[in-house]
């Protein structure tokens, strides 16, 4: 199996920064892709940003310029760094993880993906 433990959020101020962390733990063999997504109350969740195992990086419309998304390949954690934040950036942010892993008993890897227990952000305006 495979955990993820997300860390950091709180309150902050509008234009204030906050940096999340996601350790993912287990019998990983590999990761492709992580992540983040955000759901503020009321809404659909949407991407924030990715990251691949070769650090190709993806973001949302709304933080482009704003957040910066980066890995540890050899800690196989994310970090997103959020600056200027905005009232509306308020959310629960969800880390998201694929990859392939291997419990000792099995022969193959197989394919996982794992979300994260959500961090809370709140931006005051």
Same mark, same amino acid.
Request: aromatic residues 10%; charged residues 15%; glycine residues 12%.
């Given at each position: ?5 997300? @860390? ?8 204030? @920064?906050?940096?999340? @962390? ?9 990761? #492709? ?13 949407? *991407? %924030? &940003? ?5 650090? $190709?990086? !993806?973001?949302? +419309? @709304? ?6 998304? $980066?890995? +540890? !390949?050899?800690? #196989?954690?994310? /970090?997103?760094?959020? !600056?200027?934040?905005?009232?509306? +950036?308020?959310?629960?942010? /969800?880390? !998201? ?7 000792? =008993?099995?022969?193959?890897?197989? #394919?996982?993906?794992? =979300?994260?227990?959500? &961090? *809370?952000?709140? %931006? $005051?305006?």
């Amino acid at each position: 199996q495979v955990q993820l433990v997300e @860390s950091g959020g709180g309150l902050v101020q509008a234009g204030g @920064s906050l940096r999340l @962390s996601c350790a993912a733990s287990g019998s990983i063999v590999s990761i #492709n892709f992580m992540g983040y997504y955000r759901q503020a109350p009321g809404k659909q969740r949407e *991407l %924030v &940003a990715t990251v691949t195992s070769g650090g $190709s990086t !993806n973001y949302g +419309d @709304s933080v482009k310029g704003r957040f910066t998304i $980066s890995r +540890d !390949n050899a800690k #196989n954690t994310v /970090y997103l760094q959020m !600056n200027s934040l905005k009232p509306e +950036d308020t959310a629960v942010y /969800y880390c !998201n993880t694929k990859g392939k892993y291997r419990e000792p =008993w099995l022969a193959v890897a197989e #394919n996982f993906e794992v =979300w994260g227990q959500g &961090a *809370l952000v709140t %931006v $005051s305006s």
